[in-house]
């Protein structure tokens, strides 16, 4: 099975948006999630979405980023408005088989290799 491949990834000032591609062929059945890594921090999770459409999403991007699905291009997306400095990292997509669907790294079965996204104030 191919791993998931992330794209859509980029500099932007503050304030600026993003939209992440996920090209998750194979995957969308499960629960999947996106998740960051900033330099010399733990990967954390930032969202997560269930094959019901269920969302899940870490305090510090909530209001701000958007999860979804689209099957028809087997894509899974991260929309990221008003974007901040922190929000800078590598940024990666998941997939997992079974359990409470949410963006716990751990507990990820499947992963891609990563986009940047550098925000500069």
């Known amino acids: 099975q191919r791993q998931p491949e992330e794209s859509g990834g980029g500099s932007v000032q503050a304030g600026g948006s993003l939209r992440l591609t996920c090209a998750a062929s194979?995957?969308?059945?499960?629960?999947m999630g996106w998740f960051r890594q900033a330099p010399g921090k733990e990967r954390e999770g930032v969202a997560a979405?269930?094959?019901?459409?269920?969302?899940t999403y870490a305090d510090s991007v909530k209001g701000r980023f958007t999860i979804s699905v689209d099957f028809t291009k087997n894509a899974l997306y991260l929309q990221m408005n008003s974007l901040k400095p922190e929000d800078t990292a590598y940024y990666y997509c998941?997939?997992?088989?079974?359990?409470?669907?949410?963006?716990?790294?751990?507990?990820?079965?499947?992963w891609g290799q990563g986009t940047q996204v550098t925000v500069s104030s």
């Open positions: 998941g997939a997992k088989v079974g359990g409470y669907c949410a963006a716990v790294y751990t507990e990820y079965n499947w």
């Open positions: 979405i269930n094959n019901d459409g269920t969302t």
């Open positions: 194979g995957y969308l059945h499960y629960c």
